[in-house]
DNA sequence: CAGAAACTGTACTTGCGGTACGGTTTTGAC
DNA sequence: GTCAAAACCGTACCGCAAGTACAGTTTCTG
């Protein structure tokens, strides 16, 4: 890794703390490349404005994202065979997870650009599209896995479900930002998971 | 109504739009005063700086918010005695106003708030943190009633499952946006509305 | 050692939030 | 109709942040 490289990542991770802090409009470059120990001059070699700055933030959060689930879902397929029983394992340990993050989770990018949308070019916004897609996909194809096993009593459509997921997470992001109170995170992904639950292991109506 | 007033409900309402469509860092006090047909210094007339109008935004997107939700909750009530059936049919209705607005929901401004943080002084903060409590007391309440008549069959946490609804109500507005699709929001609250009918009407187990 | 990569420094442009302040029109109460 | 307050307009200005331009300098690497 050339020293080029190094910096840049300093710069994503000083920039990403800032804007999820702040929002993106409210995060100058002044006060990043302070921090970051470097001149103007030095962040425009790196990155030609600050759209390409947001760009390659969001890539670094959406790998990052992606990989802390993947651990977690395959963890959740260790512990047990039955699908069912690995989502449920896989939620709680995210519930436990999102709760030990010191000041709470930090927030969610995608969402930080979705509202301040004309801020970004088009690149921008389909990148984040696609990683909500591909979010959406992932949990879609667990529940497909699940509803194979356990046929859900009332006629439920997996894709709303899968989508329901991370609506939940963003949601409880956003109210626990706003009322200050980082645990809400966690008992909405236990409370998603009680509706999980009972939509798959619920007796059927006689 | 004096003409000010008028004056500075036009304001609010450009301002809101603008807000919503590009978030508030983005939206610029020229661009308002322009498509409000008149000059700076009549902006400043009426408000001291943006954070005043982030104040009055907010104050007026809670206030119209509050009667759609009297008015959907209520007309629920009416159609049905049963506190479960009336929430249930007040779900359906907000589902179908949700879907019915041509450009889809215009966003959350307390997400929108939210994502900008730094952005606001105190009191903007603790309006919101304010309105967001107001709303998860309401469906405390309206759940309260349902229990007392439906007693939910898992032990599920009333004051988390009032939360769901706002939770998923801005994720599904946060998905809308992102996916440019706002049947994501009537999709979500439907979805919502099965896991409460599971949760108070599901049979016990055995 | 050479050349490429990784910067620094200075100077400038643009746009926005906000201030200052004097002047002008509009409105509503008497 | 009068008169003061309310509701503006115009102009000029400040500071900050994004971004450009470009020449020069250091630091790594083959």
Same mark, same amino acid.
């Given at each position: 890794?050339?020293?080029?490289?190094?910096?840049?990542?300093?710069?994503?991770?000083?920039?990403?703390?800032?804007?999820?802090?702040?929002?993106? *409009?409210? &995060?100058?470059?002044?006060?990043?490349?302070? +921090?970051? *120990?470097? &001149?103007?001059? *030095?962040?425009?070699?790196?990155?030609?404005d600050?759209?390409? @700055?947001?760009r +390659?933030?969001?890539?670094?959060?959406?790998?990052?994202?992606?990989? %802390?689930?993947?651990? =977690?879902f395959?963890?959740?397929?260790?512990?047990?065979?039955?699908?069912?029983?690995?989502? @449920?394992?896989? #939620?709680? %340990?995210?519930? $436990?997870?999102?709760?030990? @993050?010191?000041?709470?989770?930090?927030?969610?990018l995608?969402?930080?650009?979705?509202?301040?949308?004309?801020?970004?070019?088009? +690149?921008?916004? $389909?990148?984040?599209?696609?990683?909500?897609r591909?979010?959406n996909?992932?949990?879609?194809?667990?529940?497909? *896995?699940?509803?194979?096993?356990?046929?859900?009593?009332?006629?439920?459509? #997996?894709?709303?479900?899968?989508?329901?997921?991370?609506?939940?997470?963003?949601?409880?992001?956003?109210?626990?930002? &706003?009322?200050?109170?980082?645990?809400?995170l966690?008992?909405? =992904? @236990?409370?998603?998971?009680?509706?999980?639950?009972?939509?798959?292991?619920a007796?059927?109506?006689?």
């Amino acid at each position: 890794m050339g020293k080029g490289e190094a910096t840049r990542e300093r710069i994503l991770e000083i920039a990403e703390a800032a804007v999820l802090a702040k929002g993106f *409009g409210a &995060t100058s470059i002044d006060e990043v490349i302070a +921090e970051a *120990g470097l &001149t103007k001059s *030095g962040f425009f070699y790196h990155f030609k404005d600050k759209n390409a @700055l947001a760009r +390659e933030m969001l890539r670094r959060y959406v790998k990052t994202n992606d990989q %802390l689930f993947d651990d =977690i879902f395959a963890r959740g397929r260790q512990l047990s065979d039955d699908p069912l029983q690995a989502f @449920l394992i896989s #939620l709680k %340990l995210l519930a $436990e997870v999102m709760a030990d @993050l010191p000041n709470g989770h930090p927030g969610c990018l995608i969402a930080s650009v979705c509202y301040q949308e004309r801020l970004f070019d088009r +690149e921008v916004r $389909e990148l984040t599209a696609q990683s909500v897609r591909d979010w959406n996909a992932r949990f879609r194809h667990i529940l497909d *896995g699940i509803a194979a096993v356990h046929p859900p009593r009332e006629p439920i459509d #997996l894709d709303d479900l899968a989508d329901m997921m991370s609506c939940i997470v963003d949601g409880a992001i956003i109210m626990s930002k &706003t009322l200050n109170d980082p645990s809400r995170l966690e008992r909405q =992904i @236990l409370i998603f998971r009680s509706c999980v639950k009972l939509i798959f292991s619920a007796p059927s109506l006689s």
